[in-house]
């Protein structure tokens, strides 16, 4: 069921209808009581679009931070290692800001910088969360 779901939004990526799309499809994922196990696959459709706008914070990033303390910090943290991108870097920037452990999060997004395969304007961003 996810995969159908995750699939409804991945056609509509990047089009002018996403946002209406994403919308319906975590509906669909709440209606269904997917809970955390919708947190993974929702991370690795970000990933495969690493330059999208998923919303500010978007139906997703809503989605998944309820099960903040609840396990969803080692699955971003896992995503993030795996493949940065604009808005999973945001939303690490986002629990760092909250305070707690915000050296192990700065030291995640500083990590980023390093690696030669991420896109500039992610590294940008990267940057810009660090000087403030």
Known sequence: MIEELIREMEEKIDGDD?????????????????????????????????????????????????????????????????????HTVWMINRIKNAGENSEKYEKILSDILEKQEVEREIKDSVKEFLTK
Request: net charge negative; glycine share 6%; proline share 6%.
């Open 18 to 86: 996403f946002e209406e799309a994403e919308e319906n499809c975590i509906y669909q994922i709440e209606k269904d009581n997917l809970g955390i196990s919708a947190v993974e696959p929702l991370l690795l459709l970000m990933e495969r679009h690493p330059l999208s706008d998923f919303g500010m914070p978007g139906a997703i990033v809503h989605y998944v931070e309820q099960f903040y303390k609840k396990g969803y910090e080692d699955l971003l943290i896992a995503s993030v290692t795996r493949r940065p991108t604009l």
